[in-house]
């Protein structure tokens, strides 16, 4: 389908050639447009055949430009490919009503994995998007694997067909020099154990381009009507999954120098054990997968307390609102470095999941409500400022409430009395300079 041009940048290229909101680009050198990125990789040449389609005409233009020179056009998003599995525990189908619209998307495209570090499985790409992948180079990938074995695989991602080709499309990717991601959603009774084990081992002979194998516990809401019956991970089977990496990291790093393995912090929690030291997560690479994203926030919170005044000039109160499962390691390990300031005082609030159930408690699934839950009855006593996750709002400062008055931190200031609320930036600094003004 043609690519349809959304605006024209003034004394641009395309506003030269007569591009106008509404054409279509047909094709560049003789080859279909399929979205951006494909007409970015396509013109990426000194001369060029365009042929683009105004008012019903087709139009074939030549061009001369430098390799690098653009062409001043938004073009409109591309429709976003559907996943092509329809997993047990997938989290779309657990979803309550009153959400975001995007939330009730399953996402499977591999432009989304290249652009933003999505994981897809690997099911619905087609021959002709392996090609794409390679000729564009569209590395990394970021592949939901879950299991290799492909009895189990089948069972919990309800493929439509007896084999979706998973090695042969990884091998695919290796032989071509893609670099690959692989994530594994455990799911207790189906891909633990045994069939864990045979999943790391597969995935580590694609270690020269598979970089890197992180575990996330499965999540379970309280919405799960005529679905498979699933349980969470149990904090001794978070154990099990720690002990099991300590064992491996040293292994996979005398062969290939890094730790290959990796367990989001989730694991780390639900097993109450310490995160992994820094060098252990090898620079931060699945940071947006959760893996590593508490460590470096204590590490931070350690290095910026250096500069931390010894007193505020007047007293202040801080309230820290955060999931069930993080909120002790806010209370232990984050609010003393706090309350060594002199005339600050910090208050950690657990927050309940109201929105997804009780067995939901990471901080980031967290919405309007089960903040306002939390802090309702705090009313006057919540201090100078709210300070909420960081992870808590999406790119339009959103919660994913999809509520009239019920979606921005400044609506969740106004119903907890008026109090500031702000996501938490990472400058704590930053944020006591604004405590003593």
Known sequence: ??????????GSLAEELGWQPGDQ???????????????????????????????????????????DDGFGAELEEF?????????VFCFVDQNPVGLRDTLYFRDGDF??????????????????????????????????VHCT????????????????????????????????HAQIVMVPNFNDAGALVK???????LHEQLFSVSIVPVGLTRHRRDLTTLRTVSSAEARQLVRMVQRWQPFFRERIGRGFLYLSDEVYLLAGLDFPNEDDYDGYPL??????????????????????????????????ATGTLAAPM???????????????????????????????????LLNFKSFAHALGPRVGQLGDLVLLPPDIVNFEGLFLDNREGMTTPDELSAAIGGVPVEVFSGDWVETLKRLAG
């Not at 021959?127 to 390679?134: A, G, Q, S």
């Open 1 to 10: 389908m043609p690519v349809r041009i959304a605006s024209i940048e003034p």
């Open 149 to 180: 074995d492909d009895a189990i695989r089948r069972e919990m991602m309800g493929h439509r067909t007896q084999d979706d080709r998973l090695n042969e499309k990884l091998w695919f990717f290796h032989d071509n020099g893609i670099e690959m």
């Open 199 to 205: 999943t790391v081992l597969d995935l580590y002979e």
């Open 287 to 320: 940071m947006e997968n959760g893996v590593g994203m508490s460590r470096d926030f204590l590490n931070e919170i350690d290095y910026q307390s250096e500069q931390f005044p010894s007193s505020l000039p007047k007293p202040r109160k801080v309230t820290m």
């Open 111 to 144: 432009r989304m994995s290249f652009l933003y570090g999505n994981y897809i499985t690997v099911t619905n790409l087609r021959e002709r998007n392996l090609k794409r992948i390679v000729e564009q180079k569209l590395s990394p990938m970021y592949v939901s």
């Open 25 to 67: 680009i047909v094709a560049v050198n003789g080859d279909a447009v399929e979205d951006e990125l494909d007409f970015r990789f396509k013109t990426a040449e000194e001369a060029l055949e365009l042929r683009v389609r105004r008012n019903g005409d087709l139009d074939v233009q030549y061009v001369t430009k430098e390799i």
């Open 79 to 87: 429709r976003i490919k559907t996943c092509g599995d329809d997993c």
């Open 330 to 364: 806010l209370e232990e390990r984050i609010a003393p470095f706090l309350r060594g300031v002199k005339n600050l005082h910090v208050e950690v609030v657990s927050c309940d999941n109201t929105l997804f159930g009780d067995s939901v408690t990471v901080s980031g």
